[in-house]
């Protein structure tokens, strides 16, 4: 039995990682983060090319055909480049939500998805998160009426996913009203969505709502490891090249332990992600609780690795000039996003018949 990455798994990440070096770099993430931009087209253009949006899309629509662990290699590169890229409703919500439409919806949406023609959005949180402020969409008719919080990537999309109450899903093109919603990451745009008797076509019912959660938990995982293992090597080499008493603050023993367990803390985590991405595939009687584990887990590790290597670099870590907040902040809205982690080991719990 193999337990590692294929070549093929490798050399897609690793060529993620060169293209995000040069679509992405951190004078680039910071334009977008700071300067107002609700897309970065120039970005999603470049990996559109090297065929991301189709990860999913089976290939007789046009796309690569792969799986989850593929989709979570790309989201551990993507987060380790802080990139703002539509990619978690776009390239795996949308086409997993499509997968359990009707042939005409995958017909007209898919090759689209894949080719990077179109993007998509995806206003699911209430059913898998909770609803606060009297938020909750209803469905009815074919129409769609209520309040939408936490959606993903409205901005610029042509589609959009959206779950109801009862968990069923829905395919819209628009809402009625459409706001921003600020919070700490701006490397990722969230907002607010009103329906008004909005058309919509059904998609699928509520089993469909929870492999769509379990993906996303899984993406948000490995974003988060991607993150949180650029902090840690960033952390590394300020401590290789900082001096203080004239010597580098790598030789002092409380630092050393400081990126050692870092390090302990992250490596276990990569493979609870891959894991959890491969049985989402391959292992369906654990896929729900596994992608539950990624999810807390990693929420968890990302706050330790974000915070101690922000100490690891001192007082500067704590500057815009560094710019070590954009993985910082990308993490601690990955932990809140669709669930903080209590709320999703108490799922974790009611899967197993601990909770009632």
């Known amino acids: 039995m193999r337990f590692a990455l294929s070549d093929d ?7 993620l990682n060169r293209a995000l070096a040069d679509l992405a770099p951190l004078e680039r993430v910071r334009r977008f983060a700071d300067g107002g931009e609700q897309t970065a ?6 990996l559109a090319d090297l065929g991301l949006p189709g990860l999913l899309v089976p290939e007789e629509h046009g796309g690569l055909g792969l799986g989850m662990l593929e989709a979570a290699l790309a989201a551990e590169a993507l987060g380790r480049h802080v990139a703002p890229t539509p990619f978690l409703s776009t390239a795996v919500l949308a086409p997993l939500a499509l997968a359990a439409g009707s042939d005409a919806q995958r017909r007209e949406w898919l090759p689209k998805l894949a080719a990077g023609a179109v993007l998509a959005g995806a206003a699911i949180s209430e059913p898998i998160a909770g609803a606060r402020d009297g938020a909750g969409v209803t469905a009815g008719g074919g129409r ?10 409205v901005a610029g999309a042509d589609l959009l996913v959206v779950a109801d109450r009862g968990g069923a899903l829905h395919l819209a093109r628009g809402a ?3 706001a921003a919603m600020p919070s700490i990451d701006n490397t990722r745009r969230l907002s607010e969505l009103v329906f008004r ?7 699928a019912n509520g089993q469909a709502l929870e492999r769509l959660r379990d993906a996303a938990w899984i993406v948000l995982a490995a974003d988060t490891l991607g993150a949180a293992q650029a902090m840690l090597d960033r952390a590394v080499d300020y401590a290789k090249e900082r001096k203080q008493f004239g010597r580098t603050i790598g030789s002092f023993q409380a630092v050393k332990h400081l990126c050692a367990e870092m390090a302990a803390e992250l490596e276990p985590a990569r493979a609870l992600v891959w894991y959890a991405a491969y049985a989402f595939d391959h292992a369906p009687e654990e ?10 887990h990693l929420s968890e590790i990302g706050r330790f690795v974000a915070r101690t290597a922000t100490e690891v670099h001192g007082g500067i870590g704590m500057t815009d000039l560094l710019g070590l907040h954009y993985w910082f902040k990308r993490i601690g809205q990955n932990r809140q996003l669709l669930g903080g982690p209590e709320r999703v080991r108490e799922a974790a719990a009611r899967m197993q018949g601990l909770a009632a």
Do not use: R
């Not at 798994?9 to 060529?15: A, R």
């Not at 087209?41 to 470049?46: A, L």
């Not at 008797?197 to 998609?203: I, S, V």
């Open 9 to 15: 798994q490798v050399m897609l990440q690793d060529s």
């Open 41 to 46: 087209p120039d970005i999603w253009k470049g």
């Open 144 to 153: 769609l009426s209520g309040k939408a919080l936490f959606a993903l990537d």
């Open 176 to 178: 009625a009203e459409t």
């Open 197 to 203: 008797d909005t058309p919509a076509e059904p998609l």
């Open 287 to 296: 896929a729900s609780l596994m992608a539950a584990h990624a999810k807390a």
